[in-house]
């Protein structure tokens, strides 16, 4: 099972973006995935046995867990005596770090292309 994030709120600049310069907004997108993906291999993932962090998966701009307990931990899960142990949203703390930076490179972007 994946998990994947996307990052909200920054729509009317993708679209702007997106209208101007299709590569660049794919390069923009590229880059800000490599940089999650990189934040989240350097000790933001949580480890145990070593196994989510080598799960980690980057694919054009895809950045996802493939171990099939990634979801369990980041959201939450209950235990075999009806407990429940709260997820660690590591995948959602790297899509925060990541969001400011991507907004900006999206604005950067697009005073570039206006240029």
């Given at each position: 099972m994946?998990?994947?994030?996307t990052?909200d709120g920054?729509?009317?600049?993708?679209?702007?973006?997106?209208?101007?310069?299709k590569?660049?907004f794919e390069?923009v997108v590229?880059?800000?995935?490599?940089?999650?993906?990189?934040y989240?291999?350097?000790?933001?993932?949580?480890v145990k046995?070593g196994?989510?962090?080598?799960?980690?998966?980057?694919?054009?701009?895809l950045?996802?867990?493939?171990?099939?307990?990634?979801?369990h931990?980041e959201?939450?899960?209950r235990t075999k005596?009806?407990g429940?142990?709260?997820?660690?949203h590591?995948?959602?703390k790297g899509v925060?770090h990541?969001?400011p930076i991507?907004?900006q490179?999206?604005?950067?972007?697009?005073k570039?292309e206006?240029?």
């Amino acid at each position: 099972m994946k998990i994947d994030f996307t990052l909200d709120g920054c729509d009317k600049l993708v679209s702007k973006l997106q209208s101007l310069n299709k590569i660049r907004f794919e390069a923009v997108v590229k880059k800000n995935a490599v940089q999650l993906f990189n934040y989240m291999k350097n000790g933001n993932t949580p480890v145990k046995t070593g196994e989510m962090r080598q799960s980690l998966l980057l694919k054009d701009d895809l950045v996802a867990y493939t171990k099939e307990y990634a979801p369990h931990v980041e959201y939450g899960h209950r235990t075999k005596n009806g407990g429940w142990i709260n997820g660690q949203h590591f995948l959602q703390k790297g899509v925060e770090h990541q969001k400011p930076i991507y907004k900006q490179d999206l604005k950067n972007a697009i005073k570039k292309e206006g240029a």
